[in-house]
């Protein structure tokens, strides 16, 4: 299972913010460049970037800092945030980006998640932010009716690479993963699926790990990796 440190950009710092409210910021680092390199070092293969201005603004707004970090970083890293047209996925993806993830635009205009999805095979991925069970959008602010499991099943016939499932009312608590909503969502779909929002420690890890024959293929790693709960070498060693 890949591990993925998560790296949240606002403002050119790298910040958490409290259950997806961006009043309920902490800044970690002035440095994303610097961070993503340590990162690396300590043996990440993969980092997860969110260009927290670009989800509020509806485009891309950290382009010049996502390029920085993905010449930076050494490994391939996965871009969320802001990618609700083709142009958008296009220039992040001409910036270093391994891998996009789409958001708001996979519930508002599912044809042109599907074709996005088509033109960059296995470059892909689809975000499911929940909130009560719906899926939540324009950088969490905004609701819609959809489920995760049913926007799950839909990614996986666009041909997406991975699906990220994030429980907003988790993320950035370190008070555990959803567990049973990671579950549901990788049953659904047919793809990949990388757990994201609450995870506070290795015995979170390890559950998430647990999920491997569901279909769960990786976990996101924010605050705690911040806070010092969880050291990225035993994080690597746990999903091992």
Same mark, same amino acid.
């Given at each position: 299972? =890949?591990?993925?440190?998560?790296?949240?950009?606002?403002?050119?710092?790298?910040?958490?913010?409290?259950?997806?409210?961006?009043?309920?910021?902490?800044?970690?680092? !002035?440095?994303?460049?610097?961070?993503?390199?340590?990162?690396?070092?300590?043996?990440?293969?993969?980092?997860?970037?969110?260009?927290?201005?670009?989800?509020?603004?509806?485009?891309?707004?950290?382009?010049?800092?996502?390029?920085? =970090?993905?010449?930076?970083?050494?490994?391939?890293?996965?871009?969320?945030?802001?990618?609700?047209?083709?142009?958008?996925?296009?220039?992040?993806?001409?910036?270093?980006?391994?891998? &996009? &993830?789409? $958001?708001?635009?996979? =519930?508002?205009?599912?044809?042109?998640?599907?074709?996005?999805?088509?033109?960059?095979?296995?470059? &892909?991925?689809?975000?499911? !932010?929940?909130?009560?069970?719906?899926?939540?959008?324009?950088?969490?602010?905004?609701?819609? /009716?959809?489920?995760? +499991?049913?926007?799950?099943?839909?990614? /996986?016939?666009?041909?997406?690479?991975?699906?990220?499932?994030? !429980? *907003?009312?988790?993320?950035?608590?370190?008070?555990? +993963? !959803?567990?049973?909503?990671?579950?549901?969502?990788?049953?659904?779909?047919?793809? +990949?699926?990388?757990?994201?929002? $609450?995870?506070?420690?290795?015995?979170? =890890?390890?559950?998430?790990?647990?999920?491997?024959?569901?279909?769960?293929?990786?976990? *996101? &790693?924010?605050?705690?990796?911040?806070?010092?709960?969880?050291?990225?070498?035993?994080?690597?060693?746990?999903?091992?």
């Amino acid at each position: 299972m =890949i591990v993925y440190p998560a790296i949240d950009l606002r403002a050119g710092r790298c910040v958490r913010l409290w259950q997806g409210e961006y009043a309920r910021e902490t800044v970690y680092r !002035d440095d994303p460049v610097a961070v993503a390199r340590g990162f690396a070092a300590a043996g990440a293969r993969w980092l997860h970037v969110v260009d927290l201005d670009g989800a509020r603004a509806g485009r891309p707004v950290q382009t010049d800092l996502v390029r920085a =970090i993905c010449a930076a970083a050494g490994v391939p890293v996965q871009v969320g945030g802001g990618l609700r047209d083709a142009a958008a996925v296009e220039t992040v993806l001409a910036a270093g980006a391994a891998r &996009v &993830v789409l $958001g708001t635009v996979a =519930i508002r205009e599912p044809e042109l998640a599907r074709t996005i999805c088509r033109a960059h095979p296995d470059r &892909v991925a689809v975000g499911l !932010d929940t909130r009560d069970g719906r899926v939540r959008v324009s950088g969490w602010t905004e609701g819609s /009716t959809a489920t995760a +499991p049913e926007l799950a099943a839909a990614a /996986t016939d666009w041909g997406a690479a991975a699906i990220i499932y994030t !429980d *907003i009312g988790r993320d950035g608590t370190e008070h555990g +993963p !959803d567990l049973d909503g990671t579950r549901a969502v990788a049953r659904a779909g047919r793809v +990949p699926v990388i757990a994201s929002g $609450g995870v506070g420690s290795l015995a979170d =890890i390890r559950a998430v790990a647990a999920l491997a024959p569901d279909g769960v293929a990786g976990v *996101i &790693v924010g605050r705690a990796l911040y806070t010092g709960a969880v050291e990225l070498g035993a994080a690597l060693a746990a999903a091992a």
